[in-house]
């Protein structure tokens, strides 16, 4: 694997769902020439005969990717849990990127809560979680970027001039209004800053409101009416078991309906090698 390359990540279950994920890996990967890792978690104390089974499949979807879409892909096999191995190997590899494929809140994670968040919520970088296939392999050409009081909402800024310049997308801004005076100051804080870096790099946007509450609908209800190829959103800051269960805000949004992706960036997540975005 090269090693000054930018890295995305592909976390692999051997499922239709991580197939859609590296065809969206590979879209991106083409565009800010990146190399995809496939990462498959075993358990700790796999057989040699089982592990290297698993190793020979994973290299068979690597040789597919390559087929597929003309992308190289690396692959790894790493021991753990799903809910910390792959935040740890992505914290350690210094990706730019990670694209997991999610199959939604169906079944027993209605109860237990999204898998897909609890294994974001570690990251230091952006996830993109995918429940479908491309549309096409084209650029990502409308971001809904949701905008509130939180300061937080600087951080996903980065995410958003990164993909506003490779490709070449308009951004929309969801202003949450409110009736409290210090709370609407704060958006508009937020506002003015994400407005300024947008003008400053050249990015197309325009500026939209929707009232407070029921934010995750709303936001759901809006990409779907402007057939939106990404929502883009911060996950809550320490986030809890009661959040997991009872469903958080961004959990809503991923596992929305029309399957629009969805890109989590966690508060004080690191975008770092892409801050030179933020200057034009």
């Known amino acids: 694997m090269e090693k000054d390359k930018e890295i995305v990540v592909v976390p692999w279950d051997f499922t239709e769902k991580a197939e859609f994920a590296l065809a969206h890996a590979a879209k991106i990967?083409?565009?800010?020439?990146?190399?995809?890792?496939?990462?498959?978690?075993?358990?700790?104390?796999?057989?040699?005969?089982e592990y290297k089974k698993k190793e020979d499949r994973l290299n068979q979807w690597a040789q597919y990717g390559k087929e597929e879409?003309?992308?190289?892909?690396?692959?790894?096999?790493?021991?753990?849990?799903?809910?910390?191995?792959?935040?740890?190997?992505?914290?350690?590899?210094?990706?730019?990127?990670v694209v997991m494929g999610t199959h939604g809140m169906k079944g027993m994670q209605k109860v237990t809560g999204s898998w897909a968040l609890k294994v974001l919520v570690g990251s230091k970088v952006p996830f993109i979680v995918v429940q479908d296939k491309p549309k096409d392999m084209e650029k990502y050409q409308n971001i809904v970027f949701p905008v509130d009081f939180r300061s937080e909402n600087k951080e996903k800024l980065k995410m958003t001039i990164f993909m506003g310049k490779y490709f070449d997308s308009k951004v929309h801004i969801l202003k949450t209004v409110t009736s409290d005076k210090s709370l609407l100051k704060k958006t508009n804080?937020?506002?003015?800053?994400?407005?300024?870096?947008?003008?400053?790099?050249?990015?197309?946007?325009?500026?939209h409101e929707m009232k407070r509450g029921h934010l995750a609908q709303q936001t759901i209800d809006f990409a779907e009416k402007i057939n939106a190829d990404l929502i883009l959103i911060m996950t809550t800051k320490n986030i809890s078991t009661v959040d997991y269960v009872l469903g958080a805000q961004e959990q809503q949004i991923?596992?929305?309906?029309?399957?629009?992706?969805?890109c989590c960036v966690n508060p004080r997540a690191s975008f770092a090698s892409k801050a030179q975005f933020m200057y034009g």
Do not use: C, D, W
């Open 69 to 97: 879409y003309g992308v190289e892909a690396g692959t790894v096999l790493v021991p753990g849990s799903i809910f910390k191995a792959i935040a740890e190997y992505v914290n350690e590899e210094k990706a730019s990127l």
């Open 29 to 49: 990967s083409k565009m800010i020439n990146a190399q995809i890792h496939l990462l498959h978690i075993v358990e700790r104390k796999i057989k040699a005969a």
């Open 254 to 262: 991923i596992a929305n309906s029309s399957k629009i992706p969805v």
């Open 189 to 207: 804080i937020n506002l003015n800053f994400a407005i300024k870096y947008l003008i400053q790099n050249n990015i197309e946007y325009e500026i």
